[in-house]
């Protein structure tokens, strides 16, 4: 048994052997002692050397046996390399932005949250059977004033009467588009002077002799104090399906 630890260079050379003791290379106590008369009966004759400065093997019916002096400092070069880490730019931002990065703020306190909010609140049925719900303005009460408006829907609609003169097929579709929507009921004289005016305009699209319209109620078109309806409405989630 070795009087001190063994170099570890001695146990990696017998890494691929099966040794006899596993423990061999740590100090210990004489665990066993065996006759001379036995001796031949346990060796097998098989010796190896571990090279210069090493002790060598012997085979045993126990495994192998390390017999022989170990130099004090076995000399086996070494390596050493330096490894430096550098995080990229992009992980390093990224960490930045999820530290820095505000949470959520609460439903109650964003647009669509103040939209489902006013609709769970204000839905109801009206006399026909249909629900209702009044417009999400933004202030809380509907705006009453547009300054200027009236003029704008007229400028409008001046200059979509200039194009329907000049073109019969577009009238017709437009005058047809009008009738249909106030026969069912998607507009009405007005019964006052009106505080809002929507201007409008026509978008036609022709398929060989005949004409496609489609009209276009311009609620972001800005009055003389240059605010919109859509501007003083929340815009709230999109209901519309998507494929």
């Known amino acids: 048994m070795p009087a001190r630890q063994l170099p570890v260079q001695v146990r990696a050379k017998c890494s691929h052997l099966m040794l006899a003791d596993p423990s061999f290379d740590e100090p210990a106590p004489v665990e066993m002692l065996i006759g001379a008369d036995i001796f031949p009966q346990v060796w097998k004759n098989k010796c190896?050397?571990?090279?210069?400065?090493?002790?060598?093997?012997?085979?045993?019916?126990?495994?192998?046996?390390?017999?022989?002096?170990?130099?004090?400092?076995?000399?086996?070069?070494?390596?050493?390399?330096?490894?430096?880490?550098?995080?990229?730019?992009?992980?390093?931002?990224?960490?930045?932005?999820?530290v820095e990065e505000p949470e959520a703020a609460p439903p109650q306190f964003t647009e669509d949250g103040l939209c489902e909010e006013l609709f769970n609140s204000e839905m109801r049925r009206d006399s026909r059977g249909r629900f209702a719900v009044p417009l999400p303005f933004r202030s809380g009460r509907p705006?009453?004033?547009?300054?200027?408006?009236?003029?704008?829907?007229?400028?409008?609609?001046?200059?979509?009467?200039?194009?329907?003169?000049?073109?019969e097929v577009l009238y017709n579709a437009y005058r047809k588009f009008m009738l249909d929507y106030e026969s069912l009921g998607h507009m009405t004289l007005a019964e006052g002077p009106g505080q809002y005016f929507i201007p409008h305009h026509a978008i036609q699209k022709s398929e060989g002799d005949s004409v496609k319209l489609r009209v276009v109620f311009d609620a972001s078109a800005k009055c003389h104090s240059g605010v919109s309806l859509n501007q003083c409405y929340w815009s709230g989630r999109s209901c519309s399906r998507t494929s």
């Open 48 to 98: 190896s050397s571990l090279g210069p400065g090493f002790p060598s093997v012997y085979s045993s019916v126990f495994g192998w046996v390390l017999i022989g002096p170990v130099q004090k400092h076995p000399d086996i070069g070494a390596q050493a390399m330096l490894v430096s880490l550098v995080s990229s730019m992009e992980s390093i931002i990224e960490r930045f932005w999820n």
């Open 143 to 167: 705006v009453k004033d547009f300054p200027g408006s009236r003029q704008v829907a007229l400028n409008r609609f001046l200059q979509l009467e200039k194009k329907l003169s000049a073109d």
